[in-house]
Structure formats: C-alpha cells, structure tokens
C-alpha cells in the first residue's frame, strides 16, 4: 500500500535533517558549538537536526562550511528544495487566487500522455462541468478564507484546461467510488448536468471511467485520499491542508500499485452507465 502522503513529505525532510546531523558529528562537534560556528542559537541547530525547521539555502551553506563538507553544498540544497517542494500548503497555493492555481497546471498537463486519477469524493477534476467545478471552488475559496473569491474565473479555467481530454496522443484512466455520484455539489441541476456529462465523457475513446460499487463484496484496496498520477514520474495527492508531491520512483510505482487494485473493483461501460443513471433519478 502507499505510504501516508504527508509521511512521504515528511521523510523527505527527515532524509535532509538526517544528512546534516551526520555531517556535524562527523567534524566532531555538538549542538552548541556547532551554533556558535554557524552564528545562531543551538535551538535553531536542534530544530534542524529533528526535521522540524527547514533549512536554507544559506543555512546549508554555513552548516556544510563549518563542517568542512563544501563539496556536499549543492546536493544538499537540491534535496532539501524537492524535500520542500513535496508539501504545499493550500494558503499558499492559493495565495494568489483560484484562477491562478487552476492556470499553474498548464505545463504539467501537455507534458503529461497517461493521466491515472482516483477519487473517493469528488468527480475528478478532468471531468467536471462548470457549475460543478464553480460550486467546490466557491467551498474551496470559503473554507480558506480567501479575500477575493474568484471561483467563477477558476472553474472556467478548470474546465477550459479539461478540454484535453479531446486531443489526440493521450490515455486518461478514472475510477471514482460510487459514493462520488451521490454527493451533491452545487444545485440540483448543476448536480444532474455533472452526472449527465460523466454519460457522454465516459464514451470518449481515450477515457476509462471506472466506478467502484458500494456493494462490492470483498475489496481489495480501502477507500483512499484522492490521488493523481501523471505518467510514472509524478503523484499529486490532496489533502485538507496541502497538496503533497511524490516523484520518488519506489513510492509513485506503489501508488500505481493501488490504482491498479482499485481499477479492477471498477465496473465499465453500461454497468458504470446503469450506475449513474440510478443517480440521476435519485436526484428527482
């Protein structure tokens, strides 16, 4: 199974901090007098060493100088930027607005052939009408407090950037709990457009849509946070509070381990269809 998201982003860090203890040990020298080489506090030190503070690019320079390890500075620094690259909190994706997080999947998405995304919550982002996508970006923009809501722009945008799932040369692979048809976003009828929409998207050529029944019997994989994989190189994953990145090669191909056993819950074709028909007339 994959690890915790927030885990992985957090071992990332503990690789750094754990790299950078070493190094102080191997010169010989403790927590204090380390500090006083550096020209800080030892709690600073302290923080470091525990993954609890990140470094700086200037802190790793000053750490690895006062440890005699300048050859080590740029690996250093590389690892502890994608250590922090990893974890990106929504306050400050979102700092600049909705619309601009929605453009900043741009280049992601042309450089992307096979999407993988499952989703125990919400129709994925691919697939999303406007009033859909306007209806969980105005909740977004409400739970994060943000000053301006620009959720109109952003789930324009959204859905201007899901019109790739028409272009030739790329695979898209879906599966969603069957539970995803059954919470309503939005009004009545933006709901109904949504899942009338997953009829017609679910029959392009390049799209797989995947639902996994309630009553399966015998599950194979638990219900997980919703996750994307693009290609083999990348795992983006949403939480509550961050959206964690996972490039290490061991731990994307485990998330396209899970995919894969939660793909194969999945019904298709008219099975999926029957299921979402059921959905819109419990809407009426």
């Known amino acids: 199974m994959p690890a915790s998201p927030s885990s992985s982003a957090q071992a990332a860090r503990a690789a750094v901090a754990r790299r950078l203890r070493d190094l102080r040990k191997g010169a010989g020298w403790t927590v204090v007098e380390l500090a006083d080489r550096c020209g800080w506090s030892h709690a600073k030190t302290s923080r470091i060493e525990n993954a609890r503070t990140a470094p700086s690019t200037k802190d790793i320079r000053a750490w690895c100088r006062a440890t005699g390890a300048d050859a080590l500075v740029d690996d250093l620094i590389t690892q502890s930027l994608h250590a922090a690259s990893m974890y990106a909190e929504w306050r400050d994706e979102t700092r ?87 919470h309503q976003m939005g009004t009545e009828d933006a709901m109904a457009a949504q899942l009338g929409f997953l009829l017609t998207a679910g029959a392009l050529p390049a799209v797989s ?76």
Do not use: C
Not at 243 to 255: A, K, L, P
């Open 96 to 182: 600049r607005g909705l619309r601009e997080l929605q453009d900043s999947y741009g280049r992601l998405f042309r450089e992307t052939a096979l999407f993988r995304v499952y989703s125990s919550s919400l129709v994925p982002g691919l697939l999303q009408t406007e009033g859909y996508a306007g209806a969980i970006l105005r909740l977004s923009a409400e739970f994060q407090g943000l000053p301006t809501d620009d959720s109109g722009a952003a789930a324009q945008a959204r859905v201007d950037r899901s019109r790739i799932i028409y272009e030739a040369g790329r695979r898209f692979l879906l599966v969603v709990e069957e539970g995803v048809l059954y």
């Open 209 to 284: 849509l995947g639902i996994i029944p309630k009553d399966t019997a015998e599950r194979s994989q638990w219900p997980r946070e919703t996750f994307h994989i693009y290609d083999d190189r990348l795992v983006s994953v949403e939480l509550v509070t961050a959206r964690v990145r996972i490039t290490q090669t061991n731990e994307v191909g485990r998330y396209v381990r899970a995919f894969e056993q939660l793909r194969k819950m999945a019904v298709y074709g008219a099975d999926a269809r029957a299921l979402i028909v059921r959905a819109i007339d419990a809407l009426r």
